[in-house]
């Protein structure tokens, strides 16, 4: 795949409609919020969202936080509440995220639950960031904009040092005014901190007159910021197959063709994109049929081909 030409944008709003036209048609635009750059894209695109795996480089599947431009438009994707409304009401539009259950049907590629049923939703109080989301319409996926491992971006710069020519345009903004990450509460049960973040976890303590829980399952993650869990169908799993055996389901891939195929021409974007809804859909056949273990045809270990086996590999993982 030919590499972008990273647009530099102006803060203006001719920048501001070009970033969002790049948006709308499944670009990945880099874009300051208080606390890091984010690199965005389409939350309701999964090709558009495996492109900002690609940009990062050795991805891993996890959980992505959809930036919205307001509590009115998180409750379109998300299951609100009573708790919720007094958390955002006091600390939106800033530096917090909260984990509330997914609405079901609402759009939101699975890319960015990593096959969950909660989505990490989060209202940013920086206004270029306000007003793209006011332009582009729908929810930004946009974890940090560095290539993967590497320390968050705060300054325009620091994003063109590791993304320049990986990803559409840059939007400058300038400084990040909090230049950590988001703090992460989960509200789908109990109040649980997820991730300590750019909003204190005392006032937040303070705001619901109780100590916080903390959280955070290595097998089971829910946010950003933890480890990656092995997405387990009640199916067995077989890797790296040309062809289903008896009683067997086939995940194809390129040349491989399956009752599935996750790319019929190879592509590992279309692949990432397809993975967690192919393997749910392969699951419940497997119910209905009777067919005791999904096959995979094998995927290159190169580009997202990485991530996609990763994720493969901790599928098909033995089961205590």
Known sequence: MEKPITERLEPTETGLARAAEILRDGGRVAFPTETVYGLGADATNGTAVAGIYAAKGRPSFNPLIAHVADADMAKRYV???DLADRVA???????????????????????????????AVRVPAHPLAQDLLRMVGVPLAA??????????????????AGLDGEIEAVLMGGACE????STILGLAGDPVLLRPGGLPAEALEAM???????????????????????????????????????????????PVAG???????????????????????????SANRG???????????????RAINDRLRRAAAPRG
């Open 143 to 160: 974890p940090s904009a560095n290539p993967s491992g590497r320390i968050s971006p705060t300054t325009p710069a620091h994003v063109l």
């Open 178 to 181: 909090v230049g950590v990450e």
């Open 259 to 285: 009752d599935m195929t996750l790319s019929a021409a190879g592509d590992l974007h279309e692949a990432a994109a397809n993975l967690f809804g192919h393997l749910h859909a392969l699951d419940a056949q």
């Open 208 to 254: 619901l007159g109780r100590p916080l829980a903390t959280g955070g399952d290595a097998d089971a993650p829910s946010a950003p910021g933890q480890l990656l869990s092995h997405y387990a169908p009640a199916a067995g799993m077989r890797l790296n197959a040309t062809e289903a055996r008896a009683g067997e389901l086939l995940l194809g891939f390129g």
């Open 79 to 81: 299951v609100w509440s």
């Open 291 to 305: 067919a005791g273990v999904i096959a995979v045809a094998p995927i290159p270990e190169t580009g997202l081909g």
């Open 89 to 119: 009401g006091a600390f939106w539009p800033g530096p917090l995220t909260l984990v509330l259950p997914l609405r079901p049907d609402c759009g939101i590629s699975e890319l960015v639950t990593a096959g969950l049923d909660t989505l």
